[in-house]
């Protein structure tokens, strides 16, 4: 089946072309937002994340549409409303924060979409056919021309002046024309957006705020009319700046790298190149000062590097011939070329950005409770308001004017966009501000979950340790020549990529051992490898491994129980007969691992440690660095059932490795944490939190971001209902007027983005 973009190829009037996707409507786009965040921005160039072209998933197909007048969710309520009715669209999941709304539906539905999204003033963006080629590449979108700021300054004279009519008792036929100015002047989008509302059965803030204000026209309420109108569109100027914000702090990335580098060409000269166009491969040179483009190995020169951008690192890096270097990290003093490794579109930054993109597209639990309540809130104050403009005068004997007016003051009240729009912030925020630190986040579920964790689970080798152990023990247990052992052990370890084996390889190639070949070679999980050398078996593994096979002596036990008590890992070279030789390696531990190990257990949280090192090997590793628990000999089944039976004990458990020998426990924790992220694309992809340096000390700086963002959504959903609850009570009770009402919407809007917008800070 084609591409749904290339089936539609031939229906013009179902794509929206890129240019004027981008370009035309400006006048709408600048207007149709709830929170007019285009209208009144100044005119600058707006990055946002490129569009995925459209996939297929089943008989169905999956599209993701730019709507720039989508970004609250107001509109969000307004587009789930029409979409309800539309048999062909099976789901739609909302990024307000990028303005994204992706929709799954029947492969000849996306016309009747795109024309549904048009009904109602939007203007639908789909790929264009570059994002093919560059998925996760930042695209520039031309801005709307910003709206003169003068219509909206003359309403505030003009209501201003309205009410200094009525103060001063001038004549009404003035103020009643000084409102309709002011009203004339800021509104109008207002009253259009409010009719779509109420044309599609949708009761938003536009609706109530077109509503209440014809209300208090039709109750001679000039003054107060004009006033909230001009309130109620400086209000949501002042909070479109603040959701550009938290907005800005996701794309901020984006602009990370440069849009071209210094590339050699054949004939030996350097040629500014887009990134586009750099294959794997090529040779970049970067200057002092320069932004690195793309990731890649140094292959001359060297220089320190500055990698907070990706890492959160304080310090700039000290890189040489080798080095790894990532896109969008700063060169300092020195000069250098590297090979790149990694195309523009699949960097470790570009990897970020996407992950971080789908982190925001993914609703933290709070955010769903928060959604599930809107839907009843308005409906229910809606009907409140209804009753308290007929109750009183039917049945009590009220006046009339009095309790529709109080009932209109309920109706500008009633909007949830407060309430609705607190989560999403928080969340962003919060993500965004784990990001710069090098904390990269997959989900607000994550982000919340964190403040529970109560276990937390290390694997070892390049978790705890350093990773990199060296050989310090060889002796010989047979009468076999050493030089042969070494080049069999050196050959056999040569073929695995454990830091043991690795250890065991280094050390043999630095004492001139020739490696041989291996045939039929196997790793065998959490015991070592098997291979076959000249025709015949040999095994190369740990204490474990030797008892399985059934070679452990009473005196090898004792000699690996002396060495094992030292910290040190044996590897022992086995044929199928006996034990040849004897290997120790030991690792060093992080400083950075005792430090964390300690501020956890600061936060009230329970350690352990999981390796498939022998009891012995693990207790002394635990001992240096403080954790509370260590289990040795673990194979991955192990680990999964050790973390399966703290969560069936009530504990919330998380999981620190590598990503990917680790892959069973971490599934099954609660928080997988991913060392060794940096240009590991399996551990961006497959972590739940990755941490971008390999610092343990980034695992307890979650945890209070999580606190603290938990903090933050309850002291916003608190704030939202409870200065809603304060005003609706005034308004029953006649304390309540239009003006204040619009404080308590909008208002309270202003106070939870401002609230949520504090983690930025963390």
């Not at 004009?226 to 990335?253: H, P, Y």
Request: charged share 20%; aromatic share 4%; proline share 4%.
């Amino acid at each position: 089946m084609p591409h749904a973009s290339e089936a539609n190829a031939d229906r013009p009037e179902q794509l929206e072309p890129p240019a004027h996707g981008h370009q035309r409507h400006a006048h709408d786009r600048a207007g149709a937002a709830c929170c007019g965040a285009s209208a009144h921005t100044p005119a600058q160039v707006q990055v946002q994340a490129r569009l995925p072209q459209s996939e297929m998933m089943g008989d169905d197909v999956r599209t993701a549409i730019r709507i720039m007048q989508m970004d609250c969710p107001t509109e969000e309520a307004l587009i789930r409303k029409k979409f309800s009715r539309m048999s062909d669209v099976r789901s739609m999941e909302f990024n307000l924060m990028q303005r994204v709304l992706t929709v799954v539906h029947g492969p000849d539905a996306l016309g009747s979409i795109l024309a549904a999204l048009r009904s109602l003033d939007f203007t639908p963006e789909l790929a264009d056919a570059d994002s093919r080629a560059s998925p996760n590449a930042a695209e520039q979108v031309p801005p709307a021309p910003s709206r003169p700021w003068w219509p909206l300054a003359l309403a505030g004279v003009a209501a201003a002046a309205s009410e200094a009519a009525g103060w001063l008792g001038g004549a009404t036929w003035m103020a009643a024309g000084l409102a309709i100015l002011a009203i004339a002047s800021c509104g109008l989008t207002t009253y259009r957006k409010g009719w779509l509302a109420i044309r599609n059965g949708n009761l938003n803030i536009n609706a109530l705020m077109s509503i209440a204000v014809t209300g208090a026209l039709i109750l001679r309420q000039w003054p107060e009319a004009a006033m909230v109108m001009v309130l109620f569109t400086v209000a949501e100027l002042i909070e479109a700046k603040s959701l550009d914000r938290a907005r800005n702090a996701i794309q901020g990335l984006m602009q990370l790298t440069p849009e071209q580098a210094s590339v050699q060409q054949s004939d030996g000269n350097w040629r500014l190149i887009d990134l586009k166009a750099i294959t794997l491969g090529a040779l970049v040179r970067v200057k002092p000062g320069e932004r690195i483009a793309l990731d890649g190995e140094i292959v001359a020169g060297r220089s320190s590097v500055d990698q907070a951008p990706i890492t959160g690192e304080s310090l700039p890096v000290d890189k040489t011939v080798g080095d790894a270097v990532f896109a969008g990290t700063i060169n300092q003093a020195g000069s250098f070329d590297y090979r790149v490794m990694a195309a523009a579109s699949n960097t470790t930054l570009a990897r970020i950005i996407h992950a971080v993109e789908e982190a925001q597209g993914t609703k933290a639990p709070t955010q769903r409770f928060v959604d599930q309540f809107a839907r009843v809130y308005t409906p229910l104050v809606f009907a409140v308001a209804l009753a308290v403009a007929l109750v009183p005068p039917l049945l009590f004997n009220g006046t009339w004017q009095a309790w529709i007016y109080r009932a209109l003051v309920m109706l500008v009240i009633a909007c949830p966009c407060a309430l609705v729009i607190s989560t999403p912030v928080t969340i962003v925020s919060g993500l965004a501000a784990a990001a710069r630190k090098g904390i990269l986040i997959k989900g607000g579920a994550y982000l919340e979950q964190g403040r529970k964790l109560s276990r937390l689970a290390f694997d070892k080798t390049g978790t705890i340790t350093h990773g990199k152990p060296v050989q310090t023990d060889f002796d010989t247990l047979a009468d076999v020549d050493a030089a042969r052992c070494r080049t069999l052990a050196g050959s056999l370890a040569a073929r695995s990529d454990h830091p043991v084996s690795m250890a065991i390889a280094t050390a043999a190639k630095g004492d001139g051992v020739v490696n041989v070949a291996v045939d039929s070679f196997e790793a065998l999980a959490g015991r070592g490898v098997r291979g076959e050398i000249d025709g015949l078996p040999y095994w190369l593994g740990n204490h474990r491994l030797v008892e399985e096979l059934g070679r452990c002596s009473r005196s090898l036990q004792a000699r690996l129980d002396a060495l094992e008590r030292q910290g040190k890992t044996v590897v022992l070279l086995i044929d199928a007969q006996r034990v040849l030789a004897l290997f120790a390696v030991a690792d060093t531990v992080k400083e950075t691992s005792r430090a964390a190990i300690a501020e956890l257990h600061r936060v009230g949280i329970s350690t352990a440690m999981l390796t498939g090192d022998n009891p012995h090997r693990a207790a002394a590793i635990a001992q240096q660095v403080g954790i509370d628990e260590a289990l040795g000999n673990q194979l991955p089944e192990d680990k999964l059932n050790a973390v399966a039976h703290w969560s069936a004990k009530g504990a919330t458990v998380g999981m620190v490795g590598d990503g990917i020998n680790d892959a069973p426990a971490l599934a099954r924790a609660d928080i997988g944490f991913a060392m060794g992220a940096m240009g590991t694309g399996t551990a961006i992809e497959t972590a739940d939190v990755a941490l971008m340096d390999d610092d343990l000390r980034k695992i307890p700086l979650f945890i209070r971001l999580s606190k603290a963002t938990h903090a933050v959504l309850v002291q916003n959903i608190a704030l939202a209902l409870g200065i809603k609850s304060v005003f609706l009570v005034l308004t029953v009770m006649g304390l309540g007027t239009m003006w204040m009402a619009v404080f308590a919407d909008v208002g309270a809007s202003l106070l939870v983005v401002a609230n949520g917008l504090r983690l930025l800070r963390k």
